[in-house]
């Protein structure tokens, strides 16, 4: 079974520049999650989507962050524009609701520099 | 809200010794509780879980750990660890079966030979 996949794996940008990451979740998996983790902290939930429709987006910047799931499969999460406290790496993961609880599986990760 | 605190930062530990990675998490009621290890330029990797029932709960890799209620506490243990045991380590809490997650801060094991 594939894993959770990503992409970019790096992206360095300047500040007040946009950046888009794409993820691809297991397949049939129907929860989507994305994090944010700076450098010496735990992940932090920043949006959670069920099919592709938004369960929990309270901790997400809006003003600044924006983030799609079309199909209720591949997902994209964008930042426009982007801020130096923006430096991070996004974790998406992904989850099956049928049973086993709520078993995340990460992606390997985009590591974002903001300049 | 619920909350997770792992009070070490780095642990150092010699190849072949036992390991004890410490967790308290803060939840009203019955958590859902996690262990996640992250290897450098990885995603995070389940290690356990434990939603109810035996309190000592079984994962990959040779870990274990305890869920102590009376201490909120959801200590991470391994008997003999190996040198590709090092990695960050984190604990997680949910509040419901499909809930999302909390992590605590992690913690970075290193491995001395």
């Known amino acids: 079974e594939a894993g959770v996949a990503q992409s970019p794996r790096y992206k360095i940008i300047e500040k007040r520049q946009s950046v888009a990451f794409w993820c691809n979740p297991i397949s049939g998996h129907a929860t989507l999650y994305w994090y944010q983790q700076i450098l010496g902290q735990g992940p932090k939930l920043l949006i959670q989507?069920?099919?592709?429709?938004?369960?929990?987006d309270s901790q997400l910047p809006k003003d600044r962050f924006s983030a799609e799931r079309l199909k209720g499969v591949d997902s994209t999460l964008k930042i426009q524009p982007a801020k130096l406290e923006d430096s991070a790496v996004y974790l998406c993961a992904s989850s099956s609701s049928r049973g086993g609880g709520n078993e995340q599986f990460f992606g390997p990760g985009t590591r974002l520099t903001v300049l | 809200a619920q909350s997770v605190t792992q009070p070490d930062i780095h642990i150092t530990v010699s190849e072949g010794a036992s390991l004890e990675l410490r967790c308290n998490y803060s939840?009203?009621?019955?958590?859902?509780l996690f262990w996640y290890v992250q290897s450098p330029g990885q995603g995070l990797q389940l290690l356990l879980k434990y939603f109810s029932g035996d309190t000592l709960v079984q994962g990959i890799k040779g870990f274990e750990a305890e869920f102590k209620r009376s201490q909120s506490s959801f200590n991470l243990r391994k008997p003999s660890v190996h040198w590709s045991d090092a990695a960050e380590y984190f604990c997680a809490v949910g509040t419901g079966r499909y809930s999302t997650l909390t992590f605590g801060k992690g913690t970075m094991l290193l491995v001395s030979p």
């Open positions: 939840y009203g009621a019955t958590p859902y």
């Open positions: 989507f069920q099919n592709n429709g938004v369960v929990d």
